[in-house]
Nanobody
Framework: QVRLVESVGGLVQAGGPLSLSCAAS????????MGWYRQAPGKQRELVAR???????NYGDSVKGRFTISRDNAKNTVFMQMNSLKPEDTAVYYC???????????????WGQGTQVTVSS
């Protein structure tokens, strides 16, 4: 029922930009914090960016100043604009939603299937 569908990532040269989107359904989108996490081979999943239902944002230290998270509540979609990409940004990027899935207040943390972003040197 809950679905988080990431856009296709892709291959980009170092220094270039890339934008990701995540379309959500089955949740009360405007009441959910939305986030992007990533996992590189041999690494733990880490926070990339997060935006609360109130619009407050926070970023992982390694991406602060380069990535921007935003949301469009009318489209139930969260975006992440990535600039000045580095090879170390290469990872599978996952969309996350944390919040109610119904107006009765059932709370859940949900994940998308992930999308590959590869940054070449």
């Amino acid at each position: 029922q809950v679905r988080l569908v990431e856009s296709v990532g892709g291959l980009v040269q170092a220094g270039g930009p890339l934008s990701l989107s995540c379309a959500a359904s089955g949740i009360i989108f405007s009441s959910n914090a939305m986030g992007w996490y990533r996992q590189a081979p041999g690494k733990q999943r880490e926070l990339v960016a997060r935006i609360t239902s109130a619009g407050n944002t926070n970023y992982g230290d390694s991406v602060k100043g380069r990535f921007t998270i935003s949301r469009d509540n009318a489209k139930n979609t969260v975006f992440m604009q990535m600039n000045s990409l580095k090879p170390e940004d290469t990872a599978v990027y996952y969309c996350n939603a944390a919040g109610p899935i119904s107006y009765s207040g059932d709370y859940r943390s949900s994940w998308g299937q992930g999308t590959q972003v590869t940054v070449s040197s």
